[in-house]
C-alpha cells in the first residue's frame, strides 16, 4: 500500500450556502468543482451545517444502543434486498461491526426497522435516523443534480433517478485495537451505488481515499463535513468520466469511533446520457444498466476489484479469457 498524505487534498464545496439556489453564480461554481473533483478522485467533501450536534448526539446514541443488543437480536433478517441489517464479527475485520437499514428517508423505513429490534417501541431512534437520513438525502440530490447541469443533461431525468432511487443508511462502528491487531478498519473498496454520503459522526479521522497515484489520503472529520463519494453505478451511468471512488478505513483512533453512509440505489434501469459519449469518449458500457442485476452479480462473483468488476459486468470491450 502507498504512504500517506497529511494535509486534505479533496476539494471542498460548501453546500449550506444560502445562495446556493440553480443559476446563480456560486451554483454554477459549485457544479464545475464538484463534476471536476468526482473525475479526479471519485469524491468530493460538502461542507453542510444543517445537521446540529443534538441530531448527532441521538443518532450516536441509536447506533450504541443498537450495537450493544444481544447478537441474536442484532442478526434478524429485516429485509429481503440486498443489504440489510447487522455484519460484524469477521475474523478478518475483528474491529468492525455495521448495521443498514432500508429506506430511511421515509417514516415507514424507520418504523419497520425499529418495531422489528424494538417490538416495544424507540421513538427516539426512529425519528432521529429518519431525520438524520433526510438531510443526508439532501446531500445525494444536491450532488446528483450538480453532476447532471454541469454534463448538460436533462434535470427531468436527474429528477425522476432521484425520484425512483432507493435509499439505504449504513451506521458503522469501529472498536479501538488491541496492541497486537492491525489497523484496518474497513478493506479498500469501492461502493456499488451511485453515490454514498459519508459522514465520521464523532469526528474521528479514519476515512480514506485512493489517489490515481496509489497514495492514501486522509479526509478530516468535522461535524460538517460529509464526503460524497461515487460508486461503481455513477462510473457506468457518465461512461466512465467519473471515478468510482476506492476507499479504506485506517482505525488508529484512542476511541470507538463512529461514521454513517447514506447509499443510493437506482430502481429502475439506467441509461448512459449520449451528451456523455463522444469521439474522446467512445462509449464503454452497455448503453442501459440495470443496478439490482449488478447487485446480485456482484453477490454472486465475489469481485472486489471495481474497474474489473464493471468491466466484466457491462464492459463493451470486455472479451472474457
Ligand atoms: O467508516 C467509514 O468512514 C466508511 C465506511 C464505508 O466505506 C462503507 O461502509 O462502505
Ligand atoms: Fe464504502
Known amino acids: 500500500m502507498g504512504s ?5 487534498i479533496i476539494p471542498v464545496v460548501d ?3 444560502q445562495n446556493m439556489k440553480p443559476g446563480t453564480d456560486t451554483w454554477v461554481s459549485a457544479c464545475n468543482v464538484v463534476k ?3 473525475e479526479d478522485y471519485g469524491c468530493f467533501v460538502a461542507h453542510y451545517d444543517k445537521i446540529g450536534k443534538e441530531l448527532c448526539d441521538n443518532v450516536i446514541f441509536g447506533i450504541e444502543e443498537f ?6 437480536t442484532k442478526a ?3 429485509s429481503d434486498r440486498p443489504f440489510h441489517g447487522y455484519s460484524g464479527q469477521l475474523l478478518t475485520l475483528p474491529l468492525y461491526e455495521s448495521l443498514d437499514i432500508q429506506d430511511p428517508l421515509t417514516m415507514l423505513g424507520c418504523q419497520i426497522f425499529t418495531q422489528i429490534i424494538w417490538p416495544q417501541g424507540n421513538n427516539r431512534f426512529c425519528e432521529s435516523f429518519n431525520e438524520y437520513s433526510k438531510l443526508l438525502g439532501e446531500l445525494d440530490h444536491i450532488a446528483k443534480r450538480m453532476v447532471f447541469e454541469s454534463y448538460g443533461v436533462d434535470t427531468k431525468i436527474c429528477e425522476s433517478l432521484i425520484e425512483s432511487s432507493n435509499y439505504l443508511i449504513r451506521c458503522l462502528k469501529y472498536r479501538t485495537r488491541e496492541m497486537d491487531e492491525n489497523d484496518l478498519g474497513l478493506t479498500p473498496h469501492s461502493d456499488l451505488t451511485i453515490i454514498s454520503v459519508v459522514h465520521q459522526l464523532n469526528n474521528l479521522n479514519g476515512l480514506q481515499i485512493k489517489l490515481k497515484n496509489g497514495e492514501w489520503t486522509e479526509v478530516e472529520a468535522s461535524p460538517s463535513s460529509f464526503v460524497v463519494l461515487a460508486g461503481d453505478a455513477f462510473t457506468i451511468w457518465s461512461n ?3 471515478r468510482a471512488c476506492e476507499h479504506r478505513v485506517i ?6 469511533r463512529y461514521a454513517a453512509a447514506l447509499f443510493s440505489f437506482a430502481s429502475k434501469i439506467m441509461e448512459i446520457p449520449e451528451e456523455l459519449v463522444n469521439e474522446e469518449h467512445p462509449l464503454r458500457y ?3 444498466f440495470d443496478h439490482y442485476d449488478y447487485l446480485r452479480f456482484f453477490q454472486k462473483e465475489k469481485m472486489k476489484e471495481p474497474i474489473s468488476r464493471m468491466e466484466v459486468y457491462c464492459g463493451i470491450n470486455f472479451k472474457p479469457k
Do not use: C, H, W, Y
Open 67 to 72: 450495537f450493544k443488543l444481544p447478537l441474536e
Open 240 to 242: 466512465g468520466r467519473i
Open 4 to 8: 500517506e498524505t497529511v494535509s486534505q
Open 36 to 38: 471536476t473533483s468526482l
Open 76 to 78: 434478524q433478517k429485516i
Open 15 to 17: 453546500l449550506s450556502d
Open 286 to 288: 452497455k448503453p442501459t
Open 251 to 256: 482505525m488508529n483512533a484512542t476511541k470507538t
